[in-house]
């Protein structure tokens, strides 16, 4: 047995936690299991067919139904959605004339905005009530308003201070709680940036982790490191520490990916991490890896030769799972991660 795959042991994780100089990739699975599948969805919110866009609102008629298919169809398949608390973009792309004027373009926002509050998840409690009855599915945070002063328009937490950060981090949690959403550690920032200001801020409001870098081009290998959008020059495949208590978990693969990405991903012992967009086509701009059928007739595809070619060794989780054992807040006992393995589980 290769001890990269099944170490550390409870204790030495344990120790790994206390200790805030190991940082770097963690290569650990429960026994048995030798590489891991994680999807998450990004830019989950209450718009409808009515709205600008449909981005979930539209409920089990819309791309969540579709995620819903896809749920059905692989019974061990989970979900990680990200969900903006109070959603504010309408366009992605800056389409205000502000966009030509210097110093003042970097001031204000150069795309048409909703009203604070049209998208707030407390003004939407069947679309919060819908959510929670989702099964094997998860919610963390993508931002508050996933709106950003100038050129980058989404990216949210951009130029901000950690102090900036924390309040607005604070915010979305408020919201999410008084909405009744249950939801997980978890962050995805908004326009994949993850400066040291948020990273701090994320351990000031006690988020455990962030899914910042996509990096859906780099050839596979256990020690290939992100070098695409969001963080670089962390692990493309296995969960890291970029911070004392909080780690990262990178996403490598989307819509575009040859299924041979995931294969490889998989061989490698690593953990593929899948992406979507909940909306395919917003003004201005086309998701690649929106929530469309064609997209999850290839991922439903891609699942049934996943679970013919590797069969149990894959732990199918979430995000949330997969940080949580390695947190600072678990206790040393996980029911995801129990410490004890039955032999007839080891032997798999
Ligand atoms: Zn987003």
């Not at 919110?45 to 539209?58: H, L, N, R, V």
């Not at 692990?235 to 004392?244: G, Q, T, V, Y």
């Not at 989780?317 to 678990?330: F, G, K, R, V």
């Amino acid at each position: 047995m290769d001890d990269w795959q099944f170490g550390p042991a409870q204790e030495l994780r344990r120790a790994f936690i206390l200790d805030d100089t190991k940082l770097g990739p963690i290569h650990w699975y429960r026994p048995g299991k030798s590489a891991a599948v994680v999807m998450s969805v990004d830019d989950v919110f209450p718009g409808t067919s009515q709205s600008a866009y449909e981005s979930g609102g539209d409920l089990e008629r819309g791309a969540i139904g579709r995620l819903l298919w896809l749920l059905e169809r692989h019974k061990q398949l989970q979900l990680t959605l990200f969900v903006t608390p109070d959603w504010r973009r309408i366009a992605p792309v800056a389409n205000r004339l502000w966009r030509h004027v210097p110093w003042l373009r970097d001031r204000v926002y150069l795309t048409s905005l909703l009203a604070k509050g049209t998208m707030d998840l407390r003004n939407h409690p069947e679309f919060v009530a819908f959510l929670n009855a989702m099964p094997r599915t998860e919610i963390a945070i993508h931002g508050l308003h996933h709106i950003n002063q100038g050129h980058s328009v989404s990216v949210e937490f951009q130029k901000q201070d950690r102090a900036s950060c924390a309040r607005m981090l604070k915010e979305a949690i408020r919201i999410f709680e008084e909405s009744g959403l249950r939801h997980v550690r978890g962050l995805q920032p908004p326009g994949w940036d993850c400066d040291l200001a948020l990273q701090q801020a994320c351990r000031d409001v006690g988020i455990e982790w962030v899914a910042s870098a996509r990096d859906i081009q780099t050839p596979v290998s256990k020690d290939a490191r992100t070098a695409m959008s969001g963080l670089s020059g962390v692990s493309m495949l296995f969960p890291e520490r970029i911070a004392p208590n909080l780690l990262h978990i990178s996403t490598n693969f989307q819509a575009t990916s040859a299924p041979e990405r995931a294969f490889d991903i998989l061989d490698a012992g690593g953990i593929l991490s899948i992406k979507a967009h909940i909306s395919k086509n917003v003004p201005g701009h086309l998701h690649l890896d929106g929530v469309d059928e064609l997209y999850m007739n290839y991922l439903d595809r891609l699942f049934d030769d996943i679970e013919q070619r590797y069969g149990d060794a894959i732990e199918w989780t979430t995000l949330n799972q997969l940080a949580n054992p390695l947190s600072a807040s678990s206790s040393t006992s996980s029911p995801e991660y129990p410490a004890a393995q039955p032999i007839a589980d080891r032997a798999a």
